[in-house]
């Protein structure tokens, strides 16, 4: 075996910015990092962490089944969390109360008045998730929670349960006292019934996105040429790549919907797009603005 010369070692602190670096360039590499010796683990398996996708199958599914082993390690590693699959609320309740230092968390499946008291611990900033059938009762509180307090993005899904006649601004008003909120995503059923609304109200409001799945495609330029408001932040997008994707993106930096959103409404406030222009259909290049 060969002993490299102490004179040609790094000092600790430059080897150490050298393994972060690679790990955060190329995240793909980081189960292989772990394995060169004790000290790299140490660094580096927060960032293995750092942005977690649970998912049937996904690589950090059983975490799932080793939170309580984890439970220091997720508090200050986790910054992203995304929790897709329609899990039932007890399956990753551990999970969401470890990972308190989330900043960034979208959840696709129910969530329990538990999961709602442990976001409440959180400085959450970006927020996504399906709005449950109890939010609004006495008990629950709405987005008068304290979870809403540091949300500047907040995308929000309706329950394949909700009534439309429960898509007005009398029981949505609530969105009105989230003091720090700049973007907003709606499924389009929410948009229909409180944009008109949404658009007044919120008065920090940069971006309002009605937000339509690929395979929904041919609801968008119906929607966006029947709003009845005019408001040159709001965008009505489809997207052409999965939401986990999608997700994924932003939270390792890159340019999300949300960034392409306000990108579109920068363009129409500069006079290169109408201001009256509505959709974005990433979908189909030949509809998209140039």
Known sequence: MTTIPREFSFPLELEREIFETTAALFPGLIPTLLRVC???????????????AISPGSPHAPLLNL????????????RHLLIQGYYPAAEYRDLVT?????????????????????????????????????????????????LFMSVTHLDLYHGPGTEEHQFNWETWSGLASIAALTHLAL?????????????????HLLVAIVSIYPWEQELAAPFAENLGIADVRVVVMVTNKPFDVEWEVGARGGDDYWVRAERFVNRKRAGELESNCYL????????NPP
């Not at 939170?67 to 986790?78: C, F, G, P, Q, W």
């Open 38 to 52: 004790h000290r790299v683990h140490v660094w580096i398996e927060p960032l293995l962490y750092r942005v977690l």
């Open 67 to 78: 939170v309580e082993s984890k439970t220091s390690l997720l508090k200050t590693a986790v």
């Open 98 to 146: 470890a990972c308190l230092g989330a900043v960034n968390l979208s959840i696709d499946g129910d969530i329990s008045i538990d999961i709602l008291r442990a976001l409440d611990k959180m400085r959450l900033r970006t927020l996504a998730f399906t709005i449950p059938e109890m939010f609004f009762t006495p008990d629950c509180g709405g987005f008068n929670r304290p």
């Open 187 to 203: 499924s389009p059923p929410i948009a229909g019934g409180i944009l008109p609304q949404v658009v007044v109200e919120c008065q």
């Open 280 to 287: 974005l259909d990433e979908t189909a290049t030949s509809t």
